[in-house]
């Protein structure tokens, strides 16, 4: 058998694209954008953050065209923002004025402000609800729109951040502001040791399974810590641009849904007087992927031979365009090299034979 | 009135309600569209708490349009793609800076039912706080 280098197949290539409809072809009943938006919320939330893209619309749409697939959507987005041009970077965002949907502690139970549970699934038992398979949509509607409605409308309490309290009792070491320009990782090409923005981006947008993955093997002792919760919010928070005809003002322009945690971790052996922390925000509700990202960040911040202490490991390699990209290479023909290497095993073989 | 606030107000009204606001203006003026909406992208800026530095949390997908009215400009920036309603909050924009917009008190009247809706779902997840009964302190002694 000869192996040699080929050209051509565009014509079953074509064949093949036309071909994915048919897979989107076993129902008469087409899957409106605004039902995967309203009623796949945390499937559009996680393709959002791994696509560094806010838009549930879009989203939602790159959802639709590849049939669910999370890293396909991812790849879509991304492709899609590259052909729009950055206007704008938003005023400064301070999670500190987050309307809050959600917000828990498990390092202290009584927090200024208060705990509030929101929704979460966390409490439920995982049996499947078979009602759901003939649920009456426009009722379900109605009763949250209505249970919205019935509310006395309240002001939003006093909820300062649970780290803060720990900085005024000198517990965690408080930091002047910042304000130095974040490095993009869109942008420009990561160089190690990352700077601690890069870090932050890099994670924020990660594939949520390689995180998470990462997180479990350092709290399963592959790893320094297992951190405490110090705190996790759920909540909307409103991005402003500066207004073009005078910067001195800003234009609102909408609101996104973020998850952000902080975490505490046991003091290390040069400073055993304080807690050190680690921080995780990502676009939506996506509570595991913000904890994973805020323990990878402070397993960064210490030093040994871990491999979650490495960040051009963990930088590099958990992109879902990037590893998904390079998995799926894989495929494509390689007629050419793996003669090469077919070449090298019979050489071999007949040189021992 | 702040740009903060009346681009806050606009922005979460419903559609119509702007395009009523802004038909109002064409009634009586002729804005001329000096850039037509189009997409673009933002980037959010976070500051972080632990270092209190800045990063990039990620882009969002705007559109922009400006207008010119009786020589002044109006901006508007909005978050999707909903170009009619950028188009016509950039009209209000351009009445407000030319002195022509007389509607401030529907902006109010939009702002007062807005803020109740935001306080009604917030009751609503405030019903989710636990209330904890404590059987020891934990505030060390």
């Known amino acids: 058998m000869a192996y040699v280098a080929v050209s051509g197949g565009e014509e079953a290539i074509e064949a093949s694209i036309a071909l994915l409809n048919y ?148 517990l965690i070491d408080r930091f002047p502001a910042n304000d130095e320009k974040p490095f993009d990782v869109t942008q420009n090409l990561l160089e190690f040791p990352a700077p601690r923005s890069a870090r932050l981006q890099t994670l924020s947008r990660a594939d949520t399974g390689f995180i998470s993955g990462l997180a479990y093997s350092v709290l399963r002792g592959f790893g320094q810590v297992h951190p405490t919760v110090g705190e996790l919010r759920v909540g909307a928070v409103e991005l402003e641009v500066p207004y073009l005809e005078n910067p001195e003002e800003s234009l609102y322009i909408g609101d996104v849904l973020l998850t952000e945690v902080e975490v505490f971790n046991e003091a290390d052996d040069k400073n055993q007087l304080k807690l050190s922390c680690g921080y995780g925000a990502v676009f939506g509700r996506n509570e595991n992927k913000a904890i994973a990202m805020a323990v990878l960040d402070h397993e960064l911040s210490t030093t040994g031979d871990f491999p979650t202490q490495n960040d051009e490991f963990v930088l590099m390699h958990g992109d879902s365009l990037e590893m998904n990209g390079f998995i799926s290479h894989l495929k494509l023909p390689h007629y050419v090299t793996f003669q090469s290497k077919l070449d090298a095993v019979r050489k071999t073989r007949r040189k021992t034979t | 009135m702040e740009k903060r606030r009346i681009s806050r107000i606009l922005a979460r009204a419903d559609g119509a309600a702007v395009k009523r606001l802004a038909d109002e203006i064409k009634a009586v003026q002729s804005p001329v569209i000096v850039k037509a909406p189009e997409k673009s992208l933002a980037m959010i800026r976070m500051r972080e708490p632990v270092q209190e530095s800045l990063f990039y949390l990620g882009e ?31 009209v209000i924009d351009a009445a407000c800076n030319a002195g022509v917009f007389a509607r401030y008190d529907e902006l109010e009247r939009l702002e007062r039912e807005q803020k109740i809706q935001l306080e009604k779902e917030r009751a609503m997840f405030l019903k989710t706080m636990v209330s904890f009964h404590s059987m020891d302190s934990e505030v060390a002694p």
Do not use: W
């Open chain 1, 23 to 170: 897979y989107r072809s076993g129902t008469d009943k087409d899957l409106d954008l605004e039902v995967i938006e309203e009623k796949m919320s945390l499937l559009v939330d996680r393709v959002m953050s791994e696509a560094g893209l806010y838009s549930k619309r879009y989203a939602a749409l790159a959802l639709k065209q590849c049939e669910g697939s999370s890293d396909e959507a991812v790849f879509l987005l991304r492709a899609y923002r590259s052909t729009l041009k950055r206007s704008y970077d938003t005023r400064v965002v301070n999670t500190q004025d987050m309307r809050i949907a959600r917000r828990i502690s498990a390092a202290f139970k009584d927090i200024p402000g208060g705990q509030v549970l929101g929704a979460t699934y966390d409490y439920t038992h995982r049996l499947m609800n078979f009602s759901l398979e003939t649920e009456d949509a426009p009722a379900l509607q109605k009763k949250m729109r209505d249970l919205v409605q019935s509310q006395t409308p309240v002001e939003a309490p006093d909820s300062p951040r649970v780290s803060d309290t720990l900085k005024d009792e000198g």
């Open chain 2, 60 to 90: 969002v997908i705007v559109c922009e349009a400006i207008v010119d009215l009786a020589g002044k400009k109006g901006v508007a920036v909005l978050m999707g793609d909903d170009f009619d309603k950028v188009l016509d909050m950039a």
